[in-house]
């Protein structure tokens, strides 16, 4: 059976009564510079971004009932407010906020994160965290990732959830639930997801969802 699902699946999931959460990767963002001492804290989503964001909310319009929880980092946000735009909602949406999924996130401990991200490089750091399960300022990777899955669980109220994070955040996810390792050069795309995928009898499976060839 394939880890992955496509928008024609989700659509029979969505007729099969299934509740459905994307803990997915921001849209395109503005370049960060590997100067900046904030790491593109402040870096937005580009047009094509944006663009991509309400294309997604378009093809997932039929959903009609939704939630949003987002990362504190505006870009997070602007994905949400793009999706729902698409898909007949427009911006004044109500988007909640959880700190696991950003600033600082689940997955970080302490500020000894940011020094091994600077000496490392961000995508080498990630790299290492995954293969190794654990780094300096770090949670370990399962304890974390069940506390990430279970904050999931708890904000999607709604038949369709976007959860709104970071490539970190969705790459170490998917590489827990062992439905890919990500690697620097197998990197999470721009709105790359994990789908949890929540039955009618209360079951959970998983899958990736990876919308952008398709939009």
């Known amino acids: 059976m394939s880890n992955t699902l496509n ?10 009564d299934y509740k ?5 990767r921001h849209a395109e963002r503005e370049e960060i510079d590997p100067r900046d001492p904030e790491m593109g804290m402040g870096a937005l989503l580009t047009e094509t971004g944006k663009e991509q964001g309400r294309k997604l909310g378009e093809k997932l319009s039929y959903f009609q009932d939704f939630s949003f929880t987002s990362s504190a980092v505006e870009r997070c946000k602007q994905t949400c407010r793009a999706v729902a735009v698409g898909a007949g909602l427009g911006e004044d949406i109500s988007i909640a906020e959880s700190p696991l999924f950003g600033i600082p996130g689940v997955y970080i401990s302490g500020i000894e994160s940011q020094h091994e991200m600077e000496r490392l490089g961000f ?51 998917m590489s827990h639930l062992q439905l890919r390792t990500v690697t620097i050069e197998n990197w999470i795309s ?20 990876n919308p952008l060839a398709d939009l």
């Open 7 to 16: 928008f024609a699946e989700l659509k029979e999931l969505y007729n099969q």
């Open 20 to 24: 459905i959460s994307l803990f997915i």
């Open 123 to 173: 995508m080498e750091f990630t790299e290492q965290y995954i293969k190794n399960g654990e780094a300096k300022g770090m949670r370990p990777v399962g304890e974390a990732s069940e506390d990430l899955l279970a904050e999931i669980l708890k904000v999607s109220t709604a038949k369709m959830n976007i959860c709104a994070s970071h490539d970190l955040f969705v790459g170490v996810l």
């Open 190 to 209: 721009f709105l790359e997801a994990v789908a949890i995928l929540q039955a009618p009898d209360k079951s959970v499976s998983y899958k990736i969802f």
